[in-house]
T-cell receptor
Framework: KAGVTQTPRYLIKTRGQQVTLSCSPI?????VSWYQQTPGQGLQFLFE???????NKGNFPGRFSGRQFSNSRSEMNVSTLELGDSALYLC?????????????FGPGTRLTVL | AQSVTQLDSQVPVFEEAPVELRCNYS??????LFWYVQYPNQGLQLLLK??????LVESINGFEAEFNKSQTSFHLRKPSVHISDTAEYFC??????????FGTGTRLTVIP
């Protein structure tokens, strides 16, 4: 069974631009969560989608948004990029919603904002 | 609110020596705790978790962690480490909103 895939793996953008990251969960998994990982802040929860609905959201500004499609694939969008948005963005899928279910992580998308 | 603290950002240890990675939590609700491991250039993998029952939980690769309510701790231990254990280890707690709150991570470096 294929694991969680994220595209692209690396991305370089400039301030003010917007970016879309994609995540394909493990087949059969209906929950997708997104995390931002930085050296200073560690792993921070962005949001979780289940059955195309956002069921949970972390403490990030409205520039960060996401969605989930009927095939459970998810996209994350960041608008008006800032230097501080440079990070590794990790996607995780699980069979059911909720952090108590084992989450399977993808390799991440490394975003660099110049 | 739930949170976890990993006091040690880096832990170097010689091969075949024992290791303990510390994790302390704070929670006002039922405590569910997790350890995840991140190998270089990879995503995170679940190592072990405590949801209920026995306070000592074990992973398949020799790690164990003990839930200690009185000390609000969930330290990760291994009696003898291998080079392949070199990785970053994250402790996490389930929040009241049912998402994971991760600690800042501990980088374990096993020295040959």
């Amino acid at each position: 069974k294929a694991g969680v895939t994220q595209t692209p793996r690396y991305l370089i953008k400039t301030r003010g631009q917007q970016v879309t990251l994609s995540c394909s969960p493990i087949s059969g998994h209906r929950s997708v969560s997104w995390y931002q990982q930085t050296p200073g802040q560690g792993l921070q929860f962005l949001f979780e989608y289940f059955s195309e609905t956002q069921r949970n959201k972390g403490n990030f500004p409205g520039r960060f948004s996401g969605r989930q499609f009927s095939n459970s694939r998810s996209e994350m969008n960041v608008s008006t990029l800032e230097l501080g948005d440079s990070a590794l963005y990790l996607c995780a899928s699980s069979l059911l919603a909720g952090g108590d279910n084992e989450q399977f992580f993808g390799p991440g998308t490394r975003l660099t904002v110049l | 609110a739930q949170s976890v603290t990993q006091l040690d950002s880096q832990v170097p240890v010689f091969e075949e020596a024992p290791v303990e990675l510390r994790c302390n939590y704070s929670s006002s609700v039922s405590v569910y705790l997790f350890w995840y491991v991140q190998y270089p250039n990879q995503g995170l993998q679940l190592l072990l978790k405590y949801l209920s029952g026995s306070t000592l939980v074990e992973s398949i690769n020799g790690f164990e962690a003990e839930f200690n309510k009185s000390q609000t701790s969930f330290h990760l231990r291994k009696p003898s480490v291998h080079i392949s254990d070199t990785a970053e280890y994250f402790c996490a707690v389930l929040t009241g909103a049912n998402n994971l709150f991760f600690g800042t991570g501990t980088r374990l470096t096993v020295i040959p």
